[in-house]
């Protein structure tokens, strides 16, 4: 795997993770006005669960390639909740 293949992987996966972070924070702040930040609360404990996930089935199951497992985990998961995927 040459390195623009890794950079375009993570770079679409981070895309889209960003993106739905802005709609699903948007989303659960306006249903829950208040001052504490639900938002970004709600959007990283679900990017924890979801990287959990996918690397539970990228390692114990072998159902993704490590291409998949760079968009998904890296790329999304890591623009979704912009830290979280650190832990991993």
């Known amino acids: 795997m040459n390195r623009l293949n890794v950079f375009i992987f993570i770079a679409l996966g981070g895309l889209s993770g960003s993106y739905c972070r802005y709609l699903i924070g948007g989303l659960v702040t306006k249903l829950f006005s208040t001052a504490f930040p639900f938002g970004t609360f ?47």
């Open 42 to 88: 709600a959007v990283n404990i679900l990017g924890c669960f979801l990287i959990g996930i996918f690397y539970a089935l990228s390692k114990d199951f072998s159902w993704f390639s490590a291409n998949l497992s760079l968009l998904l985990i890296t790329g999304f998961c890591g623009g979704f909740t912009m830290f979280s995927s650190f832990t991993y």
